[in-house]
Each structure stands twice: as structure tokens, then as C-alpha cells.
């Protein structure tokens, strides 16, 4: 049986992420979409908010499941019997990163193959940062998200924004 897993920090998941996560299950028997908790970025949604975004969109995909994990790729790979690591490429940027690391998870783990997948034309400008810093300045982005996902982020940064207007007036008020 053919196992992948597709880690990622995903905050949050973008039609890019989508696409490769359909393709993915279309090559091997089961696909993990793993959301690190280990990521430096200071992340818009929970752990718990991704999983549960991700498996709401996957919903219907009977041979993806969503785990969360922390430390290295290669052992939860170990743990859950996954031989393929699956990840994206959208430029060369992200060429010579992955390169990097593919190079650094064989040395680890020599059983571990590491899977591309070459962006479709239609996302590969796309990021989840960059897609968070135009809704932030209230760019309509949600064409490039699913719809829950575009739901809750627009919900996320409203309520980001009320905290902000709190904060301020009552630094106001203490002045
Ligand atoms: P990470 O912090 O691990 O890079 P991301 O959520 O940013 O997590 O990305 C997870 C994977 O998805 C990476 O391999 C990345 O290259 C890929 N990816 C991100 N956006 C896209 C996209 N628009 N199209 C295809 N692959 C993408």
C-alpha cells in the first residue's frame, strides 16, 4: 500500500494546498495531511482550527485523513507507515528550499522518498501569507480559498480588528 503524507503549516489551506491534496489522493492509497505545530510563523488559526478546517474540506475524500505532529517529518512518517513525502512546487524559490530539505530527509530516513508536485499554473503565485496580507487590507481573496475557509478567515481577521479598536480606546481612555 502506497502512504503519503503532506506536511505543511497551512494557516490556511488555499485552493493551491487543495489542488495538490486532490491530485496526491488520486496517486497513493492513503494521503496524511499533517499540520505542523512546530512552525516558527506566528500562525492566524490554531492547530485544532486547521485540522478541523482541513477535515471539514476533506470531508468527502475517503482516503485523506488530517493528524497534526510535531518534531521531525521522518519519524511521524515511521509512525504512521509512510514511505512518500509529498510537497509543492511553485517557483524556483521554493525549488531550492524543498531541495534542501528532500536532501536533508533522505540522509535521515534513506526509505523516504520525497514526491513534487509542480503548482497548477492557476495557483502557483498563491500563499497563504500573501492571501492573509491582502484580506487584511481588505482584498477579496476568496476566490483562491474554499468557502468555509474564506468564511472563517474574513471572521478571524473582523474579530482581530474589534480587539484592536478595543485595545486603542482604551489606551485612550487611560491616557
Ligand atoms: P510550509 O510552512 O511547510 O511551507 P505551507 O502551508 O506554506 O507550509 O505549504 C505546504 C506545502 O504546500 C509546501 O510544499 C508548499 O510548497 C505547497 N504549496 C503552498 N502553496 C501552494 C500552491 N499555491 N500551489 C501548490 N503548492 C503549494
Do not use: C, W
Not at 503519503?4 to 488555499?14: H, K, Q, R, S, Y
Not at 519519524?75 to 509529498?86: C, H, R, V
Not at 492557476?122 to 500563499?127: A, M, R, T, V, W
Amino acid at each position: 500500500m502506497k502512504v503519503a503524507i503532506f506536511p505543511g503549516t497551512f494557516d490556511p489551506l488555499t485552493l493551491g494546498h487543495l489542488d495538490l491534496i486532490k491530485r496526491g489522493r488520486a496517486l497513493f492509497d492513503q494521503l496524511a495531511v499533517a499540520v505542523m505545530t512546530n512552525s516558527t510563523k506566528h500562525p492566524l488559526f490554531s492547530v485544532e482550527e486547521r485540522v478541523a478546517q482541513i477535515k471539514a474540506v476533506t470531508a468527502e475524500m475517503s482516503n485523506v485523513s488530517v493528524i497534526t505532529a510535531s518534531g521531525l517529518t521522518v519519524d511521524l512518517m515511521n509512525k504512521i507507515g509512510a514511505d512518500y513525502l509529498m510537497r509543492g512546487l511553485r517557483n524556483t524559490t521554493d525549488f531550492q528550499y524543498e531541495r534542501d530539505i528532500a536532501t536533508m530527509n533522505k540522509f535521515l530516513d534513506r526509505d523516504v522518498e520525497t514526491i513534487f508536485f509542480l503548482a497548477d499554473p492557476k495557483y502557483q503565485h498563491l500563499s497563504s501569507s500573501l492571501l492573509k496580507e491582502v484580506a487584511i487590507n481588505d482584498g477579496d481573496i476568496s476566490a483562491y480559498l474554499p468557502g468555509t475557509i474564506s468564511t472563517a478567515l474574513d471572521k478571524r481577521l473582523e474579530e482581530r480588528k474589534l480587539k484592536l479598536v478595543t485595545k486603542q480606546n482604551e489606551q485612550t481612555k487611560s491616557k
